[in-house]
């Protein structure tokens, strides 16, 4: 039981995903990045691609450049081949995490290892700071047993990618944004509390039944994602049935967005030098 003296985070708006197409015809929900929530700092995009149909899946992510920011992908179901023009390749498999900082700039491509059957996960979008934005790229990849599972009273079940619950360490380091990045499952009635760090943004996201989030508690359906206000404690909840929640903060950077396609930056002529770099054959 959450104790009464602790402030916990309200939710401050509802924001519900609209259906797009990214990649080669890829089918998506966009969470983040729509019109209704345009970004979250430090959170540009949230999809979530599901579909158990081949066609809305198998043109994939095609060989694409990214500059200036991080892209998460956490498989649920499914397998997905990634590789790029360093050499870098892999399998993400349901339970997989890749934390992939694209900094200075990497052409990289995500194509299903499928033709049938449910492809299930999530891609996030998460800012780099000014003084991070050439970095040199690097991949943190995670296979489901690396992923630590946190067991809280009540039957209350966290898979913890980054961040700390209790004892269990995520695996995820050196991000600049402080994330937290969690996948909350709970029975039914179970309640779990989490005491976000202060300032940082926050919200939470429904993927599997329904849940109630913060106190005083708001009913948010599956698919629909609950920004938190800024201070205190995140409470998720669920009623009747089961529910499973993606609990997601980080650090705002309070500083100037400039997008273009998949370039983030802080001004104008740096997306201007961003595309002739790629042009190039610079990144």
């Known amino acids: 039981?959450?104790?009464q003296a602790i402030k916990t985070r309200p939710v401050a708006k509802l924001s519900r995903g609209q259906p797009t197409s990214d990649g080669a015809g890829v089918k998506l929900n966009r969470v983040i990045g729509?019109?209704?929530l345009g970004e979250l700092d430090p959170?540009?995009?949230?999809?979530?691609f599901r579909s158990e149909e081949g066609a809305d899946y198998i043109g994939g992510f095609p060989d694409h450049p990214h500059r200036g920011f991080e892209t998460v992908t956490y498989m649920l179901a499914g397998r997905m081949r990634h590789g790029d023009n360093k050499g870098n390749a892999?399998?993400?498999r349901p339970g997989s995490v890749q934390w992939m900082t694209a900094g200075r700039g990497i052409v990289h491509s995500e194509m299903p290892e499928q033709e049938e059957g449910l492809m299930w996960g999530f891609q996030l979008w998460v800012n780099l700071p000014a003084k991070d934005k050439m970095?040199?790229?690097?991949y943190q990849e995670f296979q489901p047993e690396e992923i630590p599972l946190a067991t809280l009273p009540g039957g209350v079940t966290v898979r913890v990618i980054a961040g700390k619950v209790g004892d269990v360490q995520g695996p995820v380091t050196g991000v600049a944004t402080d994330p937290i990045y969690l996948d909350v499952t709970l029975p039914a009635g179970g309640?779990?509390?989490?005491?976000?760090?202060a300032g940082h943004s926050a919200f939470a996201y429904p993927f599997e039944g329904d849940a109630l989030i913060g106190?005083?508690?708001?009913?948010v359906p599956r698919g629909t994602l609950a920004v938190l206000r800024e201070d205190g404690a995140a409470v998720l909840s669920a009623g009747a049935s089961a529910a499973r929640v993606l609990l997601v903060a980080g650090r705002p950077l309070k500083e100037a967005v400039v997008r273009y396609g998949p370039f983030v930056m802080n001004s104008e002529q740096q997306i201007r030098e961003a595309i002739t770099d790629y042009q190039t054959g610079r990144f």
Not at 135 to 138: L, Q, S, V, W
Not at 215 to 219: K, R, S
């Open 191 to 197: 309640r779990f509390s989490f005491d976000l760090p």
């Open 43 to 48: 959170f540009l995009l949230l999809d979530e």
């Open 90 to 92: 892999g399998l993400l």
């Open 135 to 138: 970095t040199a790229p690097r």
């Open 215 to 219: 106190e005083p508690a708001t009913a």
């Open 34 to 36: 729509n019109q209704t």
């Open 1 to 3: 039981m959450l104790d």
